[in-house]
Nanobody, 117 residues
Framework: QDQLVESGGGLVQAGGSLRLSCSTSRRTYSRATMGWFRQAPGKEREHIASLIWYADSVKGRFTFSMDNAKNTVYLKMNSLKTKDTAVYYC????????????????WGQGTQVTVSS
């Protein structure tokens, strides 16, 4: 599988912001449906954002964007809450349905986001 390389995670105070980046190959970027997932401690992985959809828990605070020239997708996270603490994963799926179902072809290694109170 082609690599998905994530960056931008870290420790931030509640109310702060972070921007996650996920870079991949032109082949993957041009063919795949890209999205972001997260997994909090003790919880199952959940889909949170794509080009056309946001989970209710992040809607209005998180923004998905894409840079075609850089083969990179981003997740801008504003007004972060302690409940946003999780490992965030970039994913590349064959189509939007596969992305929503979690049957992605490629997954990033994950980047830790920790929001302190």
């Amino acid at each position: 599988q082609d690599q998905l390389v994530e960056s931008g995670g870290g420790l931030v105070q509640a109310g702060g912001s972070l921007r996650l980046s996920c870079s991949t190959s032109r082949r993957t970027y041009s063919r795949a449906t890209m999205g972001w997932f997260r997994q909090a401690p003790g919880k199952e992985r959940e889909h949170i954002a794509s080009l056309i959809w946001y989970a209710d828990s992040v809607k209005g605070r998180f923004t998905f964007s894409m840079d075609n020239a850089k083969n990179t997708v981003y997740l801008k996270m504003n007004s972060l809450k302690t409940k946003d603490t999780a490992v965030y994963y970039c994913a590349a799926a064959a189509n939007p349905d596969a992305l929503q179902q979690g049957t992605s072809d490629n997954w990033g290694q994950g980047t830790q986001v920790t929001v302190s109170s």
